[in-house]
């Protein structure tokens, strides 16, 4: 099976939202689509820690994906939230 480079998906962002915590941290909570060569579209959703510059750009550390699926998002919810 030929699976596309990741230069033909296209990548999206389609909402993000920022959380700021300590002296230049961020946590960025972003639903995003790629969409490969063939058409086919996949939504999921990403958590991503950062940090800004001091010139005020910002890089990313790491990321997590999360499959944009209803029970997997409430699991994980809950799990953040019983900890």
Known sequence: MDYPKK???KFETLKSEKITFGKNNFI???RKKAT???GTVNEFITVSRGFT???GSERYKSAVTI???????NQIAEKIKSL
Do not use: L, M, N, S
């Open 28 to 30: 960025e909570v972003a």
């Open 53 to 55: 510059r001091q010139d």
């Open 67 to 73: 499959p944009d699926d209803p029970e997997i998002k």
């Open 7 to 9: 230069e033909d998906v």
């Open 36 to 38: 490969t060569p063939d």
